[in-house]
């Protein structure tokens, strides 16, 4: 539901979880459940209190020796001390945990984290959009070799978006459509709705 941008559903959802693992003293679990409700505040755009609490759920899960789970939630943590303006912090978190991917997987996570890294290159005081177009494309290249569609929109939103910035409408336009147009079901899905309204933009 996080990914899918339904917050609402995420909320009662993270919710449920937290109470169930609490009511049967499943500590991993609960600080999961916590990671969930961190990651939502950041996504709605509440950076500060979604970085400390993520921050510290994490430290439970790296105690737990649940490392390998926190993927997603570092790509989040990067994100959110981005947008406190913390970006030595956010690019050392997504280059480290672009590492431990690598090396340990699981690599379904790369898209993501690539994509996470362009953004965090666009989003500093003097941007590097040549180093973030890089990392999208990277980022496109890991969705197409793992078929992950859904990954492979989500990069190409942010792309088309730095090219139509760029004046290059229509090179937007031909990487953005075709994986658009492939998606039969879940037009409601906030990644399909950016994609269909930049699609708009671009003519």
Known sequence: FIWAGDFDAADEHSGWFV????SHSLAPYLALGRGLKSELAICRGDATGGVEALQGCLRELAAWRYGQLTASF???LARGLAALGRFGEGMSLIDATIGLVRSDGPLSHMPELLRVKGNVLLSMPRP???DAEAH???SLAWSRRHASRAWELRTGVDL????????RAHDARALLR??????AEGQDRADLTAAG???????
Do not use: D, K, Y
Request: hydrophobic share 55%.
């Open 160 to 167: 088309a978006a730095l090219w139509a910035a760029q004046g």
């Open 128 to 130: 590097m959009p040549a």
């Open 197 to 203: 309204r930049l699609l708009t933009t671009l003519g």
């Open 19 to 22: 109470a169930h693992a609490e």
């Open 178 to 183: 075709p994986v658009f147009e492939t998606f």
């Open 136 to 138: 999208f494309v990277r």
């Open 74 to 76: 570092n790509a989040s």
